[in-house]
């Protein structure tokens, strides 16, 4: 079956770094765009950002958080930068093979457990 495992979470200060990588299975990943959502406590999960070929953000995180992938890895990564107490939520990775509107939630086949990241101030 298909898995998507996320790690690198964590603690860390306002202005900090964080690289979350998502390690996937049981699908051909260079097939799926990949999208990296959040959700903070008591707010709906919101996009990211998203990569087939090339990334996209949404604007909160435009210039801040970079998605990269590697197919030979199966591992699609979300490097941010510049974090913001309002940054903190589960970070979830998620697959989509059919592509129809990769910054919503409901176009994603497959889900990830989510990590924690928390930004304080």
């Known amino acids: 079956q298909v898995q998507l495992v996320e790690s690198g979470g964590g603690l860390v200060q306002a202005g900090g770094s964080l690289r979350l990588s998502c390690a996937a299975s049981?699908?051909?990943?260079?097939?799926?765009?990949m999208g990296w959502f959040r959700q903070a406590p008591g707010k709906e999960r919101e996009f990211v950002a998203a990569i087939r070929s090339t990334g996209v953000y949404a604007d909160s995180v435009k210039g801040r958080f970079t998605i990269s992938r590697d197919n030979a890895k199966y591992t699609v990564y979300l490097q941010m930068t510049s974090l913001k107490p309002v940054d903190t939520a589960i970070y979830f990775c998620?697959?989509?093979?059919?592509?129809?509107?990769?910054?919503?939630?409901?176009?994603?086949?497959?889900w990830g457990q989510g990590t924690q990241v928390t930004v304080s101030s």
């Open positions: 049981g699908l051909t990943f260079s097939l799926y765009a």
């Open positions: 998620a697959a989509d093979y059919r592509g129809s509107g990769l910054d919503y939630v409901s176009a994603y086949e497959y």
